[in-house]
Nanobody
Framework: QVQLVESGGGLVQAGGSLRLSCAASGSFLSINIMGWYHQAPGKQRELVATMTNSGSTNYADSVKGRFTISRDNAKNTVYLQMASLKPEDTAVYYC?????????????WGQGTQVTVSS
């Protein structure tokens, strides 16, 4: 199994910055993809950014140029540097991972961390 523990959420004013971290632990053979989704009240969970273990990235259009995803494969940790934050970025941010446990790949989620951007 894979356990994901997030940190770094909080309250920030519009235009400010936050950095989220997520560390994976457990009895897995590999973590192939790590990233972030967010879910605002009354809305579906949506992709923010993901990164493969080879460094390929994928960003939602709404965060391109403002958010940067990075990853430390040795520590099985993914980071999301968020800049120029907007009130519409307010949401619960969930860490996401695709990992291999034994012969199977599975999808795993963190417990979520709240990001609130005030106007």
């Amino acid at each position: 199994q894979v356990q994901l523990v997030e940190s770094g959420g909080g309250l920030v004013q519009a235009g400010g910055s936050l950095r989220l971290s997520c560390a994976a632990s457990g009895s897995f053979l590999s973590i192939n993809i790590m990233g972030w989704y967010h879910q605002a009240p009354g809305k579906q969970r949506e992709l923010v950014a993901t990164m493969t273990n080879s460094g390929s990235t994928n960003y939602a259009d709404s965060v391109k140029g403002r958010f940067t995803i990075s990853r430390d494969n040795a520590k099985n940790t993914v980071y999301l540097q968020m800049a120029s934050l907007k009130p519409e970025d307010t949401a619960v941010y969930y860490c996401y991972a695709v990992g291999r446990v034994g012969l199977q790949f599975g999808t795993y989620w963190g417990q979520g961390t709240q990001v609130t951007v005030s106007s």
